[in-house]
């Protein structure tokens, strides 16, 4: 099945700084979505992308679909330590997950 | 509106007892229906899905099996459990039609003791 390389696994760091996590797939995606999972949580519907080059913004959060519709990622900006957590990407119709990256904020 | 409920929250089991997580979910009809096994400090991998009643796709062959005996109902079993079975399971529905948010439990830890 259609399958998505998400990058990096572990991300820490400073409140205050960037954090960006990259999914990329081999095939062409007809859309990809993003959840947060916080400790000990379940996974929460973030955004969807579906147009080639689409760009969403959620506050400090910033969601980007590639061109060619087999790469995306999110972006937070000045990261709060409520922004911890892990974040997945999702694509197909099975909602497969990637492998998610672990972001903890060092206050 | 909607709602999905999942239980136990926990569950403590020894090696080789049968298995029964159910998922139900309220306020739609023919939803797709998702089970996912997560390892800590891992990914959602994904067990079975269901776009219908009697419907079951399973992603990963293992010990484990899965049925829809109505519309809203997700069932996840196994007839006997091993260590490795042991993690943090996931039930999550959407809307049947097309590829829209999904909505998960709040999960059930299993340990396989």
């Known amino acids: 099945g259609q399958q998505v390389m998400q990058i990096p696994q572990y991300q820490h760091v400073q409140e205050g700084e960037d954090f960006t996590t990259y999914c990329n797939s081999s095939t062409t995606l007809s859309n990809i979505q993003w959840y947060k999972q916080r400790p000990g949580g379940h996974p929460v519907f973030l955004i969807q992308?579906?147009?080639?080059?689409e760009v969403k913004k959620q506050k400090r959060l910033t969601f980007q679909f590639g061109e060619a519709k087999k790469n995306s990622s999110l972006h937070i900006t000045a990261t709060q330590t409520t922004d911890v957590g892990t974040y997945f990407c999702a694509v197909n119709s099975r909602l497969t997950f990637g492998e998610g990256t672990q972001l903890t904020v060092n206050p | 509106s909607q709602t999905i409920h999942q239980w136990p929250a926990t569950l403590v089991q020894p090696v080789g007892s049968p298995l029964s997580l159910e998922c139900t979910v309220e306020?739609?009809?023919?939803?797709?229906l998702y089970w996912y096994r997560q390892a800590a400090g891992r990914g959602l991998q994904l067990l079975f899905y269901?776009?219908?009643?009697?419907?079951i796709s399973s992603e990963v062959p293992q010990n484990l099996s899965a049925s829809r005996p109505q519309d809203r109902q997700f069932i996840l079993s196994s007839k006997k459990l091993l260590l490795s079975d042991s993690g943090f399971y996931l039930c999550a529905w959407r809307p049947g039609r097309g590829n829209t948010e999904a909505f998960f439990g709040q999960g059930t830890r299993l340990t396989v003791v």
């Open positions: 306020g739609t009809s023919n939803p797709n």
């Open positions: 269901s776009v219908g009643i009697g419907q």
């Open positions: 992308l579906v147009k080639s080059g």
